[in-house]
């Protein structure tokens, strides 16, 4: 987990996740990588920053030359739950479930992290490569 404080100007908080994520490839190097298309906000700002943290968590895994797939939260909660309209609870339930873990994952970003990526496993082949961000 990469941890910023709201203390931190934006600059700041994008070079940690920066240097955060490569350190984090560095030790797990992972095959690939699931994000989470962006919706709408309703606060401008908020979307930003998340636009912001999202295309720097991108430029380190295309820098590491690691595959980019991406899954709308419609698609992410149909695939975990079922239900394309699912809340946030039943999400972290299923994660619960089909992970057998003791609790659910905390913070929320952990959970919602490992459903995107049990959404990706649901769409493992030739099928992936639809969601492939190019």
């Not at 690939?32 to 943290?53: D, I, S």
């Not at 609870?89 to 089909?98: D, G, T």
């Not at 490992?114 to 490569?129: D, S, W, Y």
């Amino acid at each position: 987990m990469i941890e910023t404080t709201p203390e931190e100007r934006l600059p700041e908080r994008l070079n940690r996740l920066y240097d955060g994520t490569n350190a984090l490839i560095g030790r797990f190097t992972p095959d690939l990588a699931v994000f989470e298309e962006l919706f709408f906000y309703r606060n401008t700002t908020t979307a930003l920053a998340v636009g912001a943290g999202r295309g720097v968590a991108i430029l380190a895994a295309e820098r590491a030359k690691i595959p980019l797939y991406e899954y709308t939260p419609m698609q992410i909660k149909l695939a975990v739950t079922g239900d394309g309209h699912a809340d946030k609870r039943a999400v972290q339930n299923m994660v619960k479930l089909l992970l057998s873990l003791k609790s659910v994952p905390k913070p929320d970003d952990a959970a919602d992290a490992l459903a995107a990526a049990i959404c990706h496993g649901c769409t493992i082949g030739p099928a992936a490569e639809e969601y492939r961000i190019r």
